[in-house]
């Protein structure tokens, strides 16, 4: 047991910690991914949103040190993780600034296994929501750029997926896109040939030199929206 005095020394330490922590949730924490930090715009350059989860994290810095001089790249200051998310802060993510470009990708978290083994969003859900999401980024007059959810490995992965889920889940999202003629940025078919050598083992992420791989994806599909 803790006698009073001891817990009289630890609880100034323990408010310290609480406070921290409950800082670093708070809406406009100081946040602590580079890649969350926020850019200042380069008068007379086109502006790019980057809309993503943790693999868009990984290759955003490269791609805006790619797109110096040509765009002012910004990105969500989160992961932007499954469709409901998307949904639920597309508004705030868009905010009221002209786009140019808007390059943006879903689905790795919505196929995601849970604890009752069904994916996080159903395939017919996560084509319903894309149906709602698209139409309201092309709204905003930027040019869309549909990146394809890049490849789960063989192995086992947790959280659980499933190599096959992404190539159906692609297809669904593809559906939306070719209806709404938004283009689209092949990351799967990109990285597919590569994973060997870019992916980190047994995980869907990607080693440093992956990241700034795809990041060249990503900066030439963008020059090619801009006309650069």
């Given at each position: 047991m803790i006698s009073r005095r001891k817990w009289a020394c630890l609880l100034p330490s323990l408010t310290v910690l609480a406070t921290s922590l409950s800082r670093a949730q708070e809406p406009g924490a100081a946040p602590t991914e580079p890649a969350y930090v926020p850019v200042k715009d380069v008068p007379g350059l086109p502006r790019v949103l980057l809309i993503g989860?943790?693999?868009?994290?990984?290759?955003?810095?490269?791609?805006?040190?790619?797109?110096?001089?040509?765009a002012n790249v910004h990105r969500i200051p989160t992961n932007g993780g499954p469709t409901p998310k998307g949904i639920e802060h597309i508004d705030s993510w868009l905010g009221k600034t002209k786009w140019d470009v808007i390059h943006f990708n879903w689905g790795l978290h919505d196929?995601?296994?849970?604890?009752?083994?069904?994916p996080q969003v159903d395939i017919g859900q996560y084509e319903r929501n894309l149906f709602r999401l698209v139409p309201r980024m092309k709204a905003t007059g930027a040019k869309l750029i549909w990146a394809t959810t890049t490849p789960v490995p063989n192995d086992k992965v947790s959280p659980k997926r499933i190599p096959a889920d992404v190539v159906r889940y692609?297809?669904?999202?593809?559906?939306?896109?070719?209806?709404?003629?938004?283009?689209?940025?092949?990351l799967y078919a990109f990285a597919f040939p590569k994973l060997a050598t870019i992916q980190r083992e047994n995980n869907v992420h990607f080693h440093d030199e992956g990241s700034r791989l795809l990041a060249g994806e990503v900066a030439a599909c963008i020059r090619k929206a801009l006309g650069k």
């Open positions: 989860d943790s693999i868009s994290v990984g290759y955003t810095l490269d791609t805006r040190q790619l797109l110096k001089g040509v196929l995601k296994y849970m604890f009752d083994d069904r692609n297809e669904a999202a593809a559906r939306v896109m070719t209806k709404y003629d938004v283009a689209v940025d092949d």
